[in-house]
């Protein structure tokens, strides 16, 4: 119900929304044209009177609008659904608003404008903005393909299950090319869109144009060392990595058996490497290598899709993208030399190349240095031996690793610089970029983290 003293402040709230929804010009994209009028966002025929009589609902289902004395419902689903999708569900003010159920409407412009939502938009009835949302929502993941790239696993990502992450993503994506204009086009992306004479030849055409060089990778002093010199090869040609850290996404990743995913974009394309124990019985560290290294060769080949792959599995159908990342990893030459065929000769090359030992069975079987048989016999062991180590628990990392880890080396630093250029405030930065999991005080912290 409306508060008291409510008609005179109906009657300026009303005229108020007019001039918001007057200002409002939507594309193409967000209002369907034939249904709905562009001027008010309420289907054809409706009237605006009428628009905030239709949310004179339940409190329970409302936010309540404080606006000069009067209190006007809005639907709380349609809030919750239009702030969700935004960088603004982040704000003290969101959160304060969906606890008491109200909100002066100078915060409710504050929110809209942070999120770069239509003010108007709150005020229409909720299926027009399921509607908007929903076509946003398309709009926004059709940098990522529904269809899950797969390598000898029968796992489907669901993009529902990973959407606030890509979302978050692709947030980041336009808010670096915004605030960074030396980016250029990306010239690692449809590198390797036609295959060249060998899986071989497209592994070393890949590793020139990173300027990576497998001498490098064997001589780190571990495969965490690797790890960091192999992404800091890939970032320095504008592909962002960002990887998983629970508590510090907008989402948790339950259930979600995948290996990460590539978000398309044409200057700053992001691989998200999802980590964690995948169920095929590898070592974290060296699965993440050999994952980071095929989602390389996918953007090179211009696929963009959630990834499963399963180390664990001989069959054949691996691709030619798992072969080059193979080749680039475990040179044709190297393994040519070594012929492994025992566990420990597996793990002696495992050692060497930074991978899985499971990646060296995989490697030799595919090079046709050792036969299915003997390939299942060997996994069927390493995954023994995985199985009866003792497992760990992963300490808690500080937050300023955690969020240069889950943003990226590289759109952090490149950030920081838009930071010290005062193209947006500390607060900003806290909010956009560390999704207020670091406070203005700790930039500090994450500039070390840096180093």
Not at 25 to 43: I, Y
Not at 140 to 157: A, I, M, P
């Amino acid at each position: 119900m409306i508060s008291r003293g409510g008609t005179a402040s109906t009657i300026f709230m009303v005229s108020r929304l007019k001039r918001h929804m007057s200002s409002v010009s939507l594309s193409r994209e967000l209002v369907g044209r034939d249904s709905v009028c562009e001027a008010c966002l309420l289907p054809r025929g409706a009237t605006l009177r009428r628009a905030v009589d239709l949310h004179r609902v339940g409190a329970g289902m409302t936010i309540l609008v404080e606006l000069d004395g009067g209190r006007f419902p809005i639907e709380r689903s349609a809030f919750s659904a239009l702030l969700d999708n935004s960088v603004a569900s982040t704000y003290v003010d969101y959160q304060r608003a969906i606890e008491c159920g109200s909100i002066p409407f100078a915060k409710l412009e504050y929110l809209a404008h942070r999120g770069e939502i239509p003010v108007a938009l709150f005020f229409a009835p909720l299926p027009l903005v399921q509607a908007q949302v929903d076509a946003k929502t398309e709009k926004l993941l059709s940098g990522v393909s529904k269809t899950t790239f797969s390598v000898n696993s029968r796992e489907r990502v669901e993009l529902r299950d990973i959407e606030l992450i890509v979302k978050d993503l692709i947030r980041k994506q336009e808010l670096l090319k915004r605030y960074d204009s030396s980016l250029k086009k990306n010239e690692i992306i449809g590198l390797l869109r036609k295959s060249g004479p060998s899986a071989g030849a497209d592994a070393a055409r890949l590793s020139s144009a990173l300027q990576l060089s497998h001498a490098d990778v064997s001589a780190a002093r571990n495969k965490g060392a690797a790890l960091e010199h192999l992404i800091s090869r890939v970032e320095a040609n504008q592909i962002l990595v960002s990887r998983s850290v629970q508590n510090y996404m907008p989402q948790r990743l339950h259930h979600v058996e995948f290996s990460g995913m590539t978000i398309k974009d044409t200057k700053v394309p992001y691989i998200f490497l999802a980590g964690g124990d995948h169920g095929d019985a590898q070592e974290p560290t060296g699965r993440t290598i050999f994952t980071l290294m095929l989602m390389t060769v996918l953007v090179a080949r211009g696929i963009f899709a959630p990834v499963t792959w399963d180390g664990q599995s001989t069959g054949s159908q691996v691709g030619r993208e798992y072969d080059i990342a193979g080749a680039m990893l475990m040179p044709t030459e190297l393994l040519n030399a070594r012929r492994p065929s025992t566990l420990e000769e597996m793990r002696e090359v495992a050692d060497y190349c930074k991978v899985t030992p499971s990646a060296v069975v995989m490697r030799a079987l595919r090079l046709k240095l050792i036969g299915q048989r003997d390939a299942g016999a060997l996994l069927a062991q390493l995954r023994r031996d995985y199985e009866s180590q003792p497992k760990t628990t992963a300490r808690n990392p500080r937050p300023e690793n955690a969020v240069r880890k889950y943003n990226g080396a590289e759109f952090t630093r490149r950030m920081l610089a838009a930071l010290d250029a005062n193209a947006l405030s500390p607060r900003e930065f806290c909010r956009s970029v560390c999704l207020n999991k670091l406070s203005p005080d700790q930039i500090s912290d994450l500039r070390k983290a840096l180093r």
